[in-house]
């Protein structure tokens, strides 16, 4: 039987065929795989900055938060930023190759300004496969920013860390906080303490340590007061404060000016204080049936100057509503050592305005308070035993609000 012959021509086309298709494979493979391997290369590389940035991110949020405690604490801004470093450092961001920005307030975004803490990372990505198509650095970014909102506002603040009743509200005295409450940073057990007949009602007493009440406690905002709550920064820490300058001044009554007082002022009868800074290195003392009147007037006791207001005296003294002094009635000075600045007088009496005391002692035993109840007293201790209206919103006299019992949180 006859086979059917192939000519040796197409065998050896045949042949050629099937040689010349697996070579293609091999090339195609060969030129393929590079970028197989790259794109599997820059997936990787991309991934593994993805999980960088999101443990910046987390340490970011961790430092502002941190920052944000120190803050409100009343750190300064280099204790907020040391702070906020070595956090971030903590929750694994890398100090020696990267570098971190932190702003108190903020320099950008919806808390610019405000009381507030910035953190922003920068770290550079480390480039493997990307550096055959990109020739400049990666820098990875993260940034967040904490806040502070308060619970309360605070007409009374007492600043010493650790004085037993360091905010004591004694005798037959009834005080009423209007939208506000009293706050204490020691961590004494009895920080806040009514006793005796006392009577306070206020949105809420608040300690860093401990209350101790009598009973004759009306908390309108709290259910009970709150105890070991965080310390409240001195609210006028950065307030600057008036240096002594040009000759010295004398005067008992008429029409006093502004300026320096080195023997102090003991007045008696009528006297009118004209708007202005008045510096006393001496006592601050208005006696027995004195009438002393002022508006736009901030007193600033130096040189262990304090107050001693007689009770029979009447008073009409008010604070700046503008200027770098609004809001600022009485004032301190920082070097003082411990006193006892004593603030009294009648019915007819009103103190508009912060009387701010940092390391002195302030007796309020007097029967009045400032305009439509705007008075402000922060002071190292305060004991109180006269009777007194205070209210919390006196923006529009200048005055500024008081955060207590502030709760941090994330908020950009």
């Known amino acids: 039987m006859a086979r059917s012959m192939q000519p040796p021509q197409d065998r050896r086309r045949r042949a050629s065929f099937f040689r010349s298709d697996g070579g293609n494979v091999v090339l195609i493979f060969a030129l393929v795989t590079p970028l197989v391997v790259g794109a599997a290369g820059i997936g990787v590389e991309t991934t593994y900055w993805s999980y960088k940035a999101l443990h910046m991110q987390d340490a970011a949020d961790a430092a502002a938060h941190a920052g944000a405690l120190e803050q409100r604490g009343g750190g300064s801004a280099s204790q907020v930023a040391a702070i906020a470093g070595s956090t971030a450092g903590q929750n694994g961001f890398d100090l020696t190759s990267g570098t971190i920005e932190v702003n108190t307030p903020p320099e950008s975004g919806p808390m610019k300004g405000q009381e507030a803490v910035e953190v922003i990372l920068h770290s550079p990505a480390h480039r493997f496969m990307t550096a055959l198509f990109l020739d400049k650095d990666i820098m990875l970014k993260a940034r967040t920013v904490a806040s502070f909102n308060p619970a309360s506002n605070a007409c009374i603040l007492a600043l010493d860390p650790t004085a037993s009743k360091a905010a004591l509200f004694a005798g037959s005295t009834t005080v009423k906080l209007t939208g506000c409450s009293v706050m204490a940073n020691s961590l004494a057990t009895d920080a806040v303490t009514t006793q005796g007949a006392a009577q306070v009602t206020a949105d809420c007493l608040i300690s860093a340590g401990g209350v101790q009440t009598n009973g004759g406690v009306t908390l ?16 006028f820490k950065n307030l600057v404060q008036p240096t002594p300058s040009g000759g010295c001044l004398n005067g008992n009554g008429g029409m006093l000016q502004p300026g320096r007082y080195c023997s102090g002022l003991s007045i008696n009868g009528n006297v009118t204080l004209a708007s202005g800074v008045y510096i006393l290195s001496e ?6 049936n004195a009438n002393v009147s002022g508006e736009g007037v901030t007193i600033y006791l130096t040189n262990g100057a304090h107050v001693h207001f007689n009770g029979n005296s009447t008073i009409q003294l008010s604070a700046p509503t503008s200027g770098p002094y609004a809001g600022m009635l009485m004032m301190g000075d920082r070097a003082n050592t411990a006193g006892r600045n004593v603030i009294n007088g009648n019915a007819s009496s009103t103190l508009t305005g912060a009387l701010y005391f940092p390391r002195d002692q302030v007796d309020y035993v007097g029967n009045f308070s400032g305009k439509d109840g705007c008075t402000q007293v922060v002071a190292n ?11 919390a919103d006196c923006t529009s006299l200048g005055m500024q609000a008081i955060p207590a019992g502030a709760i941090v949180r994330i908020t950009e």
Do not use: E, L
Request: proline share 12%.
């Open 220 to 235: 309108t905002k709290c259910a009970a007061p709150v105890t070991h709550a965080p310390p409240v920064a001195d609210p």
């Open 283 to 288: 006592d601050f003392k208005i006696n027995a």
């Open 381 to 391: 201790t305060v004991q109180w035993s006269g009777n007194t209206d205070v209210a």
